[in-house]
């Protein structure tokens, strides 16, 4: 699959059959995952594989409660947990060089993004999860100190295709020059 073709076709999957995702299918997303961009290459982020129905049960009860990816992330065969050590992308001798401050959550969506995108060229389905406790995330699956739980996602084959959302014109997002400037 072509890549413009990956990014315009990919969809936000909330239904999952129950197949297995095969070792060598998650393996390369999560290969893909690896090869994102990170600041001054840190690869500050990290990935839980989570299989366990009973966990991933309790990771479904962090969620938010009008969250539509709760049922996701039970009946999906697999759950992506993103996490990142704090205090490394973004930073310089210990000091964050912008001021935006740690880039982690930057670094993490691009590796997410990746894995989100080779899943759907592979067939398998994805939804970026955000909306949920991530301290109770955290003790779930025993993430340490300095390390962030920044997203889920669920991984496996479409039980039902997502819906393709409208997009916004190019001469609504697109400034020449300068902000506003079409």
């Not at 479904?60 to 009946?75: C, D, F, G, M």
């Not at 959550?105 to 991530?134: I, K, P």
Request: glycine share 8%; charged share 25%; net charge positive.
């Amino acid at each position: 699959m072509e890549v413009i073709q990956a990014i315009k076709t990919r969809r936000s999957i909330r239904r999952y059959k129950p197949d297995a995702v095969p070792q060598e299918e998650l393996n390369a997303v999560l290969e893909a995952a690896r090869w994102a961009p990170s600041w001054a290459n840190t690869q500050c982020r990290r990935f839980i594989v989570v299989k366990n129905s009973d966990t991933k049960a309790k990771l479904a009860e962090v969620l938010t409660s009008w969250n539509p990816a709760r049922e996701a992330i039970k009946e999906a065969p697999v759950v992506i947990v993103a996490c990142a050590e704090r205090g490394k992308s973004g930073f310089y001798q210990g000091e964050a060089v912008t001021d935006k401050g740690d880039w982690y959550m930057f670094d993490s969506g691009l590796a997410m993004q990746n894995l989100t995108l080779a899943a759907h060229s592979l067939g398998l389905g994805t939804v970026h999860v955000g909306a949920f406790d991530a301290q109770g995330a955290a003790r779930i699956l025993n993430v340490p100190e300095g390390v962030a739980v920044v997203e889920m996602t669920p991984l496996g084959y479409p039980a039902k295709e997502g819906k393709t959302p409208s997009r916004k014109e190019l001469s609504e997002l697109v400034s020449y020059e300068s902000y506003g400037q079409k």
